[in-house]
């Protein structure tokens, strides 16, 4: 699937962007995962927002990029999703590279530690993430921390 990719910092979004951003975040994190929790968490503003669009303008994948010291002492990669219409479509896994070359491009060669939904374990291996901590639940989930070290191997 083509995918066309839009990356900005939090001040430079339109509020059509935010809203569609709030909008899909809330469709898939607490409407599907019947998971209510207060997403607007205080960090968007501190972050790169990555949007993913399909040929029909639709925001069909999203993740937000972290500095070090905002989640974790490590950038980081936070709200990964597709939406009901790019799953199944590899969106999930241009996504995830497009945020790792993307880190790389702002922060350099650094380490990127990620909060995981336990289920997800095997996808983020797949991109070099090892995981770090015993399982925990977060918001009902079971979620691990799982840490990249840096590799050009993507």
């Avoid at 995830?96 to 530690?113: H, T």
């Avoid at 989930?141 to 840096?150: A, F, G, Q, T, V």
């Amino acid at each position: 699937m083509k995918i066309n990719w839009e990356i900005t910092r939090f001040e430079d979004l339109t509020p059509e962007r935010l809203y569609r951003i709030m909008q899909l975040r809330a469709e898939v994190f607490i409407v599907e995962q019947n998971c209510p929790y207060l997403d607007p968490d205080g960090k968007d503003h501190r972050c790169f927002h990555v949007m993913g669009f399909n040929s029909q303008k639709e925001m069909i994948a999203y993740c937000r990029i972290l500095p070090e010291d905002v989640s974790y002492s490590e950038a980081s990669i936070g709200r990964v999703l597709t939406s009901e219409k790019g799953r199944g479509t590899g969106a999930g896994k241009q996504l995830m590279k497009r945020a790792l070359d993307e880190i790389e491009l702002l922060f350099g060669e650094v380490p990127v530690r990620i909060g995981a939904q336990l289920y997800l374990k095997k996808f983020y291996e797949s991109f070099g993430f090892e995981v770090i901590s015993d399982e925990y639940m977060e918001d009902g989930i079971p979620h691990i921390e799982m840490l990249r070290k840096y590799t050009d191997s993507l």
